[in-house]
């Protein structure tokens, strides 16, 4: 546990931070309130010791001004000499959880340690649990790739990003071709399964660490392909394309010549579009216009703007 000390007094500092490093945890040593908030920005912090009466601000309000900066909740302790109610009342309203009086005590202080670092442990304990629910909400459970929910939170921040800076971004709408025959001859579970192996040849043929794959419904995937122009993504796709023909996953129902799984591919970049909504619907629209060429092929959406 890292506890940030924020004490004007050079010799409380040093009791403290001896008292806190007896204790196992590591002291964090700040004179004011530039040196807290400093601290704060590049360190990971989980208790706050807190002097009230310091020069310049004062630890009510330095507590308010992390409260309202820090997104996440670290336990604050004042120190302070003052007794009377008001102090207390106008801590615990700033944003503080506990006090401990000056002088002081090694026993109260290591007391208070004890209690906070039980705290810290169940909070990280919950953190974990809810980012383990948060994959879970935004995975989907067939073929284990990103779902709709956590497309949307992907979408939502590569936009914004697009909208700060040059870093545009392309999606790919992929429709499994003759699904219906394929599901109506082979049965349900065959389908699945079938669903299941594009999921997974998806993920093992997209950029590690950049690109993302989405099982957007159905037979429907989508790729997110950040920092990626249409050009860019038209290589993606036609990669994609030759090495799922190799892999020539059977389909015997199919009303074509063709005896394999293919897909048909759409694509479009932000560059096209006001917001993610019509994105998705260029591509799709350009995934149709695929189907509509003889399937297992692609369309770009920039064509057709070019021949408006």
Request: aromatic share 8%; charged share 25%.
């Given at each position: 546990?890292n506890?940030?000390?924020?004490?004007d007094?050079?010799?409380?500092?040093?009791l403290?931070?001896?008292?806190?490093?007896n204790?196992?945890?590591?002291?964090?040593?700040?004179s004011?309130?530039?040196?807290?908030?400093?601290i704060?920005?590049?360190?990971?912090?989980?208790l706050?010791l807190?002097?009230v009466?310091m020069?310049?601000?004062?630890?009510?309000?330095?507590?308010?001004?992390i409260?309202?900066t820090?997104?996440?909740w670290?336990?604050?302790?004042?120190?302070t000499?003052?007794?009377?109610?008001?102090?207390?009342?106008?801590?615990?309203?700033?944003?503080?959880?506990?006090y401990?009086?000056?002088?002081?005590?090694?026993?109260?202080l290591?007391?208070?340690?004890?209690?906070?670092?039980?705290?810290v442990?169940?909070?990280?304990k919950?953190?974990?649990?809810?980012?383990k629910?948060?994959?879970?909400t935004?995975?989907?459970?067939?073929?284990?790739l990103i779902?709709r929910?956590?497309m949307?939170?992907?979408?939502?921040?590569?936009?914004?990003?697009?909208?700060?800076?040059?870093?545009?971004?392309?999606?790919?709408?992929l429709?499994?071709d003759?699904f219906?025959?394929?599901n109506?001859?082979?049965g349900?579970?065959?389908g699945?399964?079938?669903?299941?192996?594009?999921?997974?040849?998806l993920?093992?043929?997209?950029r590690?660490?950049?690109?993302?794959?989405?099982?957007?419904?159905?037979?429907?995937?989508l790729?997110?392909?950040?920092?990626?122009?249409?050009?860019g993504?038209i290589?993606?796709?036609?990669?994609?394309k030759?090495?799922?023909?190799e892999?020539?996953?059977?389909?015997?129902?199919?009303?074509?010549?063709?005896?394999?799984?293919?897909?048909?591919f759409?694509i479009?970049?932000?560059?096209?579009?006001?917001?993610i909504?019509?994105?998705?619907q260029?591509?799709?629209i350009?995934?149709?216009?695929?189907?509509?060429?003889?399937?297992n092929?692609?369309?770009?959406?920039?064509?057709?703007?070019?021949?408006?």
């Amino acid at each position: 546990m890292n506890v940030l000390l924020v004490d004007d007094s050079a010799l409380i500092r040093q009791l403290a931070a001896k008292y806190i490093h007896n204790e196992g945890y590591t002291p964090l040593a700040a004179s004011g309130a530039e040196e807290a908030l400093s601290i704060l920005k590049t360190e990971t912090v989980d208790l706050i010791l807190m002097d009230v009466e310091m020069p310049d601000m004062n630890g009510f309000e330095l507590t308010r001004v992390i409260r309202q900066t820090i997104p996440h909740w670290i336990p604050i302790i004042f120190l302070t000499s003052k007794t009377e109610d008001k102090f207390l009342v106008e801590g615990i309203e700033s944003g503080g959880d506990d006090y401990i009086y000056k002088p002081i005590n090694e026993v109260i202080l290591t007391s208070k340690l004890k209690a906070m670092a039980r705290i810290v442990e169940i909070k990280l304990k919950l953190d974990e649990a809810n980012e383990k629910l948060s994959q879970l909400t935004q995975t989907d459970s067939l073929t284990g790739l990103i779902n709709r929910r956590g497309m949307k939170t992907i979408l939502k921040r590569l936009w914004k990003n697009s909208l700060n800076s040059d870093d545009n971004f392309s999606v790919v709408f992929l429709d499994i071709d003759y699904f219906k025959p394929y599901n109506d001859n082979y049965g349900h579970p065959k389908g699945d399964k079938c669903l299941e192996s594009i999921g997974t040849f998806l993920a093992n043929n997209i950029r590690k660490g950049s690109d993302m794959a989405v099982r957007y419904g159905g037979e429907e995937f989508l790729l997110i392909l950040p920092n990626t122009n249409t050009k860019g993504a038209i290589n993606v796709v036609n990669s994609i394309k030759v090495k799922l023909n190799e892999e020539a996953l059977p389909h015997l129902h199919r009303p074509d010549e063709l005896s394999h799984i293919t897909v048909s591919f759409g694509i479009s970049s932000s560059v096209f579009a006001t917001n993610i909504s019509e994105l998705l619907q260029q591509a799709d629209i350009a995934m149709y216009k695929a189907k509509d060429l003889g399937r297992n092929t692609y369309f770009n959406y920039e064509d057709l703007i070019e021949k408006q």
